[in-house]
C-alpha cells in the first residue's frame, strides 16, 4: 500500500535561518506531489506541484522553492525565513491530476 | 476566484443529530471532492463525486451534487463526538490543480 511520510511535525526556526521539509511517498511511482500552505483556521493554499523529477510549478511566488531530487522525494525550503512564512505545511501526492489527494500529517513552522 | 465556499464556516450539533455541510464552486468541475482534517493534522480524503453523477454514499456520509447550481452538499448522518473535525471540498477543473475552499468546523457535542 502507499505511504507519504513529512518531517519535521514541528519545527521552530529564527528569522533569517534556512528551511527544509521533507516529503516521501512509499508503494507508487511516477507520483503527482503538492506542497500546500494552510493558515490557522484556513483552508489550503497550493504553493508547488510536481509531475516528474525536477519538474517544478509554482503556483504562487513565495520566499520559498520545492525541489524533486528524486522520483518520490519533494523538499520545501527557504533560504532565509521569514516572519510571515510560519504556517502549516502540508505535502500531498495523487496518481494524476485531477484525482484523489493523499496528505502528509503536516509540518508546523513557528518563525521567531 | 474559482474557489470553492463551504457553507457554513462552523456548526454546532449535539451527538446523533445530523450534520448538512454546503459547497459552492464557480465553473465547470471534473470531479468535487470532501476531506476531513482533524485539528493539526492532514486531510483525509473522504468521498469523490464526478460531474456527471449526483449522488453518492459511503457509511454515514452521503453527498449530492448540481452541477446547474454549481453546488454540492456533504451530509453526516447520526454524528459522533469523533466527527468533529474541518471538512473541506475541494473542486478539481479540467487541465488544473484542485481548489480548496475555507472549509466548515463541525463541533459534535457529547
Known amino acids: 500500500s502507499q505511504t507519504i511520510h513529512q518531517w519535521p511535525a514541528t519545527l521552530v526556526q529564527p528569522v533569517g535561518s534556512p528551511l527544509s521539509l521533507e516529503c516521501t511517498v512509499e508503494?507508487?511511482?511516477?507520483?503527482?506531489l503538492y506542497w500546500y500552505r494552510q493558515a490557522a483556521g484556513r483552508g489550503l493554499q497550493l504553493l508547488f506541484y510536481?509531475?516528474?523529477?525536477?519538474?517544478i510549478s509554482s503556483e504562487v511566488p513565495q520566499n520559498l522553492s520545492a525541489s524533486r531530487p528524486q522520483d518520490r522525494q519533494f523538499i520545501l525550503s527557504s533560504k532565509k525565513l521569514l516572519l510571515s512564512d510560519s504556517d502549516f505545511y502540508l505535502c500531498?501526492?495523487?496518481?494524476?491530476?485531477?484525482?484523489?489527494?493523499?496528505f502528509g500529517a503536516g509540518s508546523r513552522l513557528t518563525v521567531l | 476566484s474559482q474557489q470553492g465556499e463551504e457553507d457554513p464556516q462552523a456548526l454546532s450539533i449535539q451527538e446523533g443529530e445530523n450534520a448538512t455541510m454546503n459547497c459552492s464552486y464557480k465553473?465547470?468541475?471534473?470531479?468535487l471532492q470532501w476531506y476531513r482534517q482533524n485539528s493539526g493534522r492532514g486531510l483525509v480524503h473522504l468521498i469523490l463525486?464526478?460531474?456527471?453523477?449526483r449522488e453518492k454514499h459511503s457509511g454515514r456520509l452521503r453527498v449530492t451534487l448540481d452541477t446547474s447550481k454549481k453546488s454540492s452538499s456533504l451530509l453526516i448522518t447520526a454524528s459522533r463526538a469523533a466527527d468533529t473535525a474541518s471538512y473541506f471540498c475541494?473542486?478539481?477543473?479540467?487541465?488544473?490543480?484542485?481548489?480548496f475552499g475555507p472549509g466548515t468546523r463541525l463541533s459534535v457535542l457529547p
Open positions: 500531498a501526492w495523487s496518481r494524476g491530476s485531477p484525482d484523489v489527494l493523499t
Open positions: 508503494g507508487t511511482s511516477n507520483p503527482n
Open positions: 510536481s509531475v516528474g523529477i525536477g519538474q
Open positions: 465553473t465547470s468541475i471534473n470531479n
Open positions: 463525486i464526478r460531474s456527471n453523477e
Open positions: 475541494a473542486t478539481a477543473y479540467y487541465g488544473q490543480n484542485f481548489v
